[in-house]
T-cell receptor, first 111, second 113 residues
């Protein structure tokens, strides 16, 4: 089983749609959680950290369920500029304090 | 501006040659990382360093070597022993605890010719 798993994608949605990404992680000792976005042929960039209480940044909402070892990202009112690959990332002492990346889910927002 | 800089952006290597990819950061981060990304694939950890003069192998270290003589610098050498080196190489840094996000350089795209 992979350490971090994500929806395989790709997701093709119309502008204005709401889209949800799911991620599960295997090690319950994981401590920190992040969503990154990666544009084609570019480096990953932090979208948002994920906190136990859940957090929101504009159109983006992240949730963490430690009991189920599940992380989610919701994008509301999708824009063309949201088209990218979304990476789920975890870190913790079980990984030697390294960042473990999921394979990513690609999103295409269509006009 | 604070950040992490990789060079060169594109690199071409002949088979049998060693090449070194540069990674420099001025974020005062203790931890630095090298990842490899193949087309359509996720990031795989090559080497990491949590402190100067110390580094550890990641999941795919064979055919690669690193050094960490200065806090700011973490160069990666792709040796001739790496059988399939063509890939996108990403360097990142973070505070040592991993409780805050990692910052990435712009990457080096290595092609074997």
């Amino acid at each position: 089983r992979k350490e971090v798993e994500q929806d395989p994608g790709p997701f093709n949605v119309p502008e204005g749609a709401t889209v949800a990404f799911n991620c599960t992680y295997s090690n319950s000792a994981s401590q920190s959680f992040f969503w990154y976005r990666q544009d084609c042929r570019k480096e990953p960039k932090l979208l948002m950290s994920v906190y136990s209480s859940g957090n929101e940044d504009g159109r983006f909402t992240a949730q963490l369920n430690r009991a189920s070892q599940y992380i989610s990202l919701l994008i509301r009112d999708s824009k063309l500029s949201d088209s990218a690959t979304y990476l789920c990332v975890v870190n913790g002492p079980n990984y030697g304090q390294n960042f473990v990346f999921g394979p990513g889910t690609r999103l295409s927002v269509l006009p | 501006d604070g950040g992490i800089t990789q060079s060169p952006k594109y690199l071409f290597r002949k088979e049998g040659q060693n090449v070194t990819l540069s990674c420099e950061q001025n974020l005062n981060h203790d931890a630095m990382y090298w990842y490899r990304q193949d087309p359509g694939q996720g990031l795989r950890l090559i080497y990491y360093s949590q402190i100067v003069n110390d580094f550890q192998k990641g999941d795919i270290a064979e055919g690669y070597s690193v050094s960490r003589e200065k806090k700011e610098s973490f160069p990666l050498t792709v040796t001739s022993a790496q059988k399939n080196p063509t890939a996108f190489y990403l360097c990142a840094s973070s505070i040592a605890s991993g409780l805050k996000e990692a910052f990435f350089g712009q990457g080096t795209r290595l092609t074997v010719v």
